[in-house]
């Protein structure tokens, strides 16, 4: 089978999408597909893979990004591919996969995080005339509100949902192949090694609850909710608690908030790791009070890891939290309803229940298993392809 997969970054450090993307490409590689990938990255060359650069050079990056569309277009349309598999919008598709759910609906979410509704309203009239966002949503209704367009791979039922709320797209035009990631492969040493290393670098004792919070974008994902929910756990003084936020955003603002709040002395912004792993295995717990996830990573990680999670019913991955069992899904970002939960994970025999449970659901989360069922997708598709082409003849 030949496969054209369709993504105008390959670059690990941009983000989990483009992450997930590489993992599953590995992955197809290894099944045996061939495929063509066309991006504006570089990505290390591997056998089977034939990587075909398209410039998007513009004025913009908004420009650029629909420039590498129309060239990806009319690429892929001189070639002879059996699936095309995009997960940039690409009007050739086949299979379509918005790893960052859908752009209407990222548009709502970060209208939530603004405090009133004046503050709403200014940002709706600022995406009005933003000539990015007016784009991209138009692209997005090309390739959903049409009824020929691409089959949708949706990462969780979440996404589902969005796309049947903002396009009416039918039932059958939606696939549901949950995200999933990597293994933690760290054996019970490994773990211990690193719970240490951390805890010494950061000077954590082991009797003080350790709670992490990872974000590159620290508004849309909680981080101000979550300081909030540390200075009422602190003010309650039940038991020692510590975090560390990991991620790249601009940290100065949040420090000076955090000393407002009382919380300065309890809390480390980190800056970026390639090692979240290791600081999974470190802590005691994950917090994740995002505004807008489609399907987050990070979650999918630490339950694979064990790490009971609190997570809101924004991000797609809290579909796989049980509440109360595996971990808690807060319904809305409320910091006290965070602290609530933290509170609950602090009984120590609680928490170890709850690890258990988080690590049996995370050692069903598998890439191997993703990609088995996007090969079933591409058969399928392909399959329709060939009909299609034989009816027209």
């Given at each position: 089978m030949r496969i054209a997969l369709v993504s105008e970054w390959l670059d690990a450090w941009r983000g989990g999408a483009e992450t997930s993307t590489l993992q599953v490409l590995a992955e197809l590689l290894r099944a045996g597909v061939e495929v063509d990938v066309y991006t504006r990255s570089r990505p290390s060359p591997s056998p089977g893979l034939r990587v075909c650069h398209v410039n998007g050079a513009a004025a913009s990056r908004t420009r650029a990004s629909v420039t590498f569309a129309r060239r990806a277009d009319r690429l892929i349309a001189e070639g002879d591919y059996d699936v095309v598999h995009a997960v940039s919008p690409c009007f050739r598709a086949d299979l379509y996969q918005p790893r960052g759910g859908t752009i209407a609906e990222s548009i709502e979410r970060n209208l939530a995080v603004l405090g009133g509704d004046s503050a709403r309203a200014l940002k709706r009239m600022g995406n009005a005339l933003n000539f990015k966002r007016r784009r991209q949503l138009a692209t997005e209704r090309r390739l959903l509100a049409s009824g020929q367009g691409p089959v949708v791979i949706a990462i969780s039922d979440y996404v589902a949902r969005q796309l049947q709320r903002h396009y009416h797209l039918p039932p059958d035009r939606i696939r549901r192949i949950f995200n999933a990631v990597e293994p933690d492969r760290a054996d019970d040493q490994q773990r211990r090694r690193d719970r240490a290393d951390i805890r010494r670098q950061y000077r954590i004792r082991e009797s003080e609850l350790l709670v992490v919070l990872v974000a590159h974008n620290f508004r849309l994902k909680g981080v101000g909710p979550w300081m909030e929910a540390l200075a009422e756990l602190t003010r309650r003084r039940t038991l020692p608690i510590r975090s560390l936020v990991i991620g790249k955003a601009p940290a100065e603002r949040y420090r000076r908030r955090a000393g407002r709040l009382g919380i300065g002395s309890c809390l480390t912004f980190t800056g970026p790791t390639d090692r979240v792993r290791a600081f999974l295995h470190a802590a005691d717990v994950l917090v994740h009070p995002t505004y807008y996830d489609p399907c987050?990573?990070?979650?999918?990680?630490?339950?694979?890891?064990?790490?009971?999670?609190v997570a809101s019913r924004w991000d797609g991955a809290s579909e796989l939290i049980q509440d109360g069992v595996s971990g808690y899904v807060i319904e809305e970002i409320d910091p006290l309803a965070i602290a609530a939960r933290?509170?609950?994970?602090?009984d120590r025999g609680r928490r170890e229940r709850m690890s258990a449970e988080a690590a049996r659901v995370g050692g069903g989360i598998s890439l191997t298993g993703h990609v088995r069922q996007l090969l079933a997708c591409y058969d399928e598709v392909a399959a329709s392809r060939r009909a299609g082409a034989a009816s027209r003849r």
């Open positions: 987050s990573r990070v979650v999918l990680e630490a339950m694979t890891a064990g790490l009971p999670c933290i509170a609950d994970l602090m």
